[in-house]
């Protein structure tokens, strides 16, 4: 099972608006595309530092006069860096847009940890009343 990330909004008037479901852990699409995924997302920040750091670590190599393979090792070693913080982005950038971190859901993909997130807040809402 995978752990997902449950986003729901604090404006008043968006109260009954979806939650938004987010998967947490190491994303394939941000490992692959740094800095469009970054891009992709509005994740502005990010981005730019993404970029950077891949211009600031080519040049500390270039002046180092690194071997082709140690180029490789060390963009491949900041992509993952990437693609495991990735999501945790993504959490932050939602939490600055208005929602907040409701809680977190265990189930094998987003639909299923969609449907158990309602049952769950269905079941607190019955037990309040």
């Not at 009954?16 to 502005?44: E, N, Y």
């Not at 040049?59 to 180029?71: K, P, R, T």
Request: charged residues 15%; contains cysteine.
């Amino acid at each position: 099972m995978r752990i997902y990330l449950v986003h729901i909004s604090t404006k008043v008037d968006e109260r009954r608006q979806m939650p938004i479901i987010l998967r947490d852990g190491f994303s394939c699409p941000a490992f692959l595309f740094t800095a469009v995924w970054a891009v992709w997302h509005k994740l502005w920040k990010q981005a730019v530092m993404i970029i950077l750091i891949w211009v600031a670590g080519g040049s500390f190599l270039h002046y180092l006069g690194a071997a082709d393979f140690l180029y490789f090792l060390a963009f491949l070693g900041f992509a993952l860096m990437v693609g495991f913080i990735a999501n945790d982005f993504l959490s932050k950038a939602l939490c600055r847009r208005g929602f907040q971190l409701a809680g977190l859901v265990a189930a094998k993909n987003s639909e299923c940890a969609f449907r158990r997130w309602g049952t769950i807040t269905a079941l607190e809402k019955e037990n309040f009343n």
